[in-house]
């Protein structure tokens, strides 16, 4: 079973790494938007910090947003979804396996660049393990949440702007615990409990989120 | 009782059986409504704090109590849809989205006039005007979905999953907006929205929730009616029906 | 008769929220009821093709 499990994955980080360059693009759009922040607001720094919680989250969940557009599409069009949908094994855990390997594509550069994002809004130096905790645990619900949204809009047309509409709604408990984590690590308070609701929150969405998404799969491919 | 229910599931039948229901239940609806909005408006009488503007709560409260009740009923059929696949109840999740999300912006826009009078200000970012703001964007989610989505099942069976979702993550989303906002307004205004409610208020409160519960059964069956009129355009009984009035 | 109007000086909000409810309740059963009457329409249409 974790056989399967594992080829799902290493099969996706194959497909991936053959195109490698698209991979950087979702991060260099995290960093120019970075960039774009002190020049429509401030350079203030001191303002700066005190919005860069929120902002860095922001940007993170438009970046796994848009990033989520294109998790099944390649698997729609060569039909590969069918193939894992008539394979014996759960197809729950195989879908599973493919948002591993998304997440692993997607948001694991991001963990690289984060503290750098950090850097550039002038953000304390004490709130950036914290913030980097926070994508740690946060990017994997955005994952999964975002994959039932890209299952469901995956076969129809315009459904590029639909996923962002029935998903964003969905990411706004990963963004208050997230940026409230994150300043309150800043004004050096303790950040225990909103840290814990993400991990309660990462176990709940991969404990659920698997069925819908492969109820959802179901549905779309008619 | 599930003998009722199985009938109950053919379209033919619940068109024919619910066409005896709707009258009664408008007729019902208009009498609640009424009384309620003489209780609420003439008889109870003013808050010792807030004054007249606290008669904006007979409209407000039941609004808002229904958004969620819509979504709740939404999922629950929702659910139904994605079990058994019986098209009566992907009727009932395609026609709850807009209804619900009426009601949902009615809370709104009440809250919002309410909010003048009482913080001084439309908007505020209130745990609860927040939350139903989200709850809004969700409705507008499973709208969008029919509008995309052009085959009436596909498009019902995308909204169930939805719909489930959404009530799965309503409770944590009030949650963590209730938290967000304790933290960040320490100083929120002394007036609490719901002032402690005095039986004189509350009865004629609760006429009006009543109502708007008729209202939104009411409106549920007309719209179901419609939707199955349409679906079945092409079928027999419907040109039958049409032929002998 | 006129303080009921006059609502504490709050006449604006309390009669705009039950005014805004009202049309929004009433123009919900208003846009079923066209729905009907075009679908009835488009219905017997068909049949006397």
Redesign the interface.
Same mark, same amino acid.
């Given at each position: 079973m974790l056989d399967v499990f594992l080829t799902v994955i290493r099969r996706d980080l194959l497909l991936a790494y053959r195109r490698r360059a698209d991979l950087m693009n979702p991060i260099l759009l995290y960093v120019i938007v970075a960039t774009l922040f002190p020049l429509g607001i401030s350079p203030d720094a001191e303002f700066l910090a005190r919005l860069a919680p929120g902002l860095v989250w922001v940007t993170t969940l438009l970046a796994a947003l848009i990033s989520m557009e294109s998790i099944f599409r390649q698997d729609f069009e060569d039909g590969s979804i069918e193939q894992l949908f008539l394979s014996p094994h759960p197809f729950s855990l195989l879908v599973l396996g493919k948002v591993v390997a998304h997440w692993l594509i997607t948001a694991f550069p991001m963990l690289v660049i984060v503290p750098l994002m950090a850097m550039l809004l002038h953000m304390p130096v004490q709130a950036v393990p914290v913030l980097w905790i926070t994508i740690l645990l946060g990017t994997p619900i955005l994952s999964l949440i975002g994959a039932i949204g890209a299952a469901l809009t995956a076969g129809f047309r315009g459904g590029g702007v639909l996923l962002g509409l029935l998903v964003l709604p969905l990411y706004v408990p990963v963004l208050i615990f997230a940026s409230l984590a994150v300043s309150a690590a800043a004004d050096g308070l303790a950040v225990s409990g909103q840290l814990a609701m993400l991990g309660a929150g990462l176990i709940l969405a991969l404990l659920l989120a698997p069925f819908a998404i492969s109820a959802s799969l179901k549905i779309s491919m008619g | 009782m599930w003998k009722f229910l199985h009938r109950l599931s053919s379209l033919k039948y619940f068109y024919e059986w619910s066409g005896k229901w709707v009258p009664w239940l &408008?007729g019902l609806t208009a009498v609640l409504m009424l009384v309620g &909005?003489y209780w609420g &408006?003439?008889v109870a009488p003013?808050d010792y704090q807030q004054?007249?503007?606290y008669?904006?709560i007979y409209?407000?409260v039941p609004?808002a109590w229904m958004s969620m009740f819509v979504y709740v009923v939404m999922a629950g059929a929702g659910f139904v849809a994605i079990v058994w696949r019986t098209k009566l109840s992907e009727i009932v999740v395609s026609e709850c989205a807009i209804?619900g999300a009426?009601f949902t912006?009615?809370a709104l826009?009440?809250g919002m006039?309410?909010g003048?009078?009482t913080w001084g200000t439309y908007w505020q970012w209130d745990a609860r005007m927040t939350s139903e703001l989200i709850l809004l964007f969700l409705y507008f989610g499973i709208i969008a979905v029919h509008s995309v989505i052009e085959e009436p099942r596909t498009a019902a069976r995308v909204a169930s999953i939805l719909a489930i979702i959404g009530v799965i993550n309503i409770p944590i989303i009030h949650y963590s907006v209730t938290w967000w906002s304790s933290l960040h307004q320490p100083n929120m205004q002394l007036i609490s929205k719901t002032p402690s409610v005095h039986p004189s208020m509350l009865y004629p409160l609760l006429v009006m929730a009543t109502a708007f519960q008729f209202?939104f059964v009411?409106?549920l069956l007309?719209?179901m009616?419609?939707a199955i009129?349409?679906r079945e355009?092409?079928t027999n009984w419907?040109?039958n029906s &049409?032929?002998r009035d | 008769m006129q303080e009921?109007f006059y609502?504490?000086g $709050?006449a604006l909000?309390?009669w +705009? *929220?039950?005014g805004?409810?009202l049309v929004?309740?009433l123009a +919900?059963?208003a846009l079923?009821?066209l729905? $009907?009457k075009r %679908?009835?329409r488009? %219905? $017997?249409e *068909?049949?006397e093709q």
């Amino acid at each position: 079973m974790l056989d399967v499990f594992l080829t799902v994955i290493r099969r996706d980080l194959l497909l991936a790494y053959r195109r490698r360059a698209d991979l950087m693009n979702p991060i260099l759009l995290y960093v120019i938007v970075a960039t774009l922040f002190p020049l429509g607001i401030s350079p203030d720094a001191e303002f700066l910090a005190r919005l860069a919680p929120g902002l860095v989250w922001v940007t993170t969940l438009l970046a796994a947003l848009i990033s989520m557009e294109s998790i099944f599409r390649q698997d729609f069009e060569d039909g590969s979804i069918e193939q894992l949908f008539l394979s014996p094994h759960p197809f729950s855990l195989l879908v599973l396996g493919k948002v591993v390997a998304h997440w692993l594509i997607t948001a694991f550069p991001m963990l690289v660049i984060v503290p750098l994002m950090a850097m550039l809004l002038h953000m304390p130096v004490q709130a950036v393990p914290v913030l980097w905790i926070t994508i740690l645990l946060g990017t994997p619900i955005l994952s999964l949440i975002g994959a039932i949204g890209a299952a469901l809009t995956a076969g129809f047309r315009g459904g590029g702007v639909l996923l962002g509409l029935l998903v964003l709604p969905l990411y706004v408990p990963v963004l208050i615990f997230a940026s409230l984590a994150v300043s309150a690590a800043a004004d050096g308070l303790a950040v225990s409990g909103q840290l814990a609701m993400l991990g309660a929150g990462l176990i709940l969405a991969l404990l659920l989120a698997p069925f819908a998404i492969s109820a959802s799969l179901k549905i779309s491919m008619g | 009782m599930w003998k009722f229910l199985h009938r109950l599931s053919s379209l033919k039948y619940f068109y024919e059986w619910s066409g005896k229901w709707v009258p009664w239940l &408008l007729g019902l609806t208009a009498v609640l409504m009424l009384v309620g &909005l003489y209780w609420g &408006l003439l008889v109870a009488p003013a808050d010792y704090q807030q004054g007249e503007s606290y008669r904006i709560i007979y409209v407000h409260v039941p609004s808002a109590w229904m958004s969620m009740f819509v979504y709740v009923v939404m999922a629950g059929a929702g659910f139904v849809a994605i079990v058994w696949r019986t098209k009566l109840s992907e009727i009932v999740v395609s026609e709850c989205a807009i209804i619900g999300a009426t009601f949902t912006a009615l809370a709104l826009v009440t809250g919002m006039l309410w909010g003048k009078p009482t913080w001084g200000t439309y908007w505020q970012w209130d745990a609860r005007m927040t939350s139903e703001l989200i709850l809004l964007f969700l409705y507008f989610g499973i709208i969008a979905v029919h509008s995309v989505i052009e085959e009436p099942r596909t498009a019902a069976r995308v909204a169930s999953i939805l719909a489930i979702i959404g009530v799965i993550n309503i409770p944590i989303i009030h949650y963590s907006v209730t938290w967000w906002s304790s933290l960040h307004q320490p100083n929120m205004q002394l007036i609490s929205k719901t002032p402690s409610v005095h039986p004189s208020m509350l009865y004629p409160l609760l006429v009006m929730a009543t109502a708007f519960q008729f209202y939104f059964v009411s409106l549920l069956l007309i719209r179901m009616r419609n939707a199955i009129l349409y679906r079945e355009r092409i079928t027999n009984w419907v040109k039958n029906s &049409l032929a002998r009035d | 008769m006129q303080e009921f109007f006059y609502m504490d000086g $709050k006449a604006l909000y309390v009669w +705009g *929220s039950y005014g805004v409810t009202l049309v929004a309740l009433l123009a +919900g059963l208003a846009l079923a009821r066209l729905r $009907k009457k075009r %679908i009835l329409r488009e %219905i $017997k249409e *068909s049949l006397e093709q």
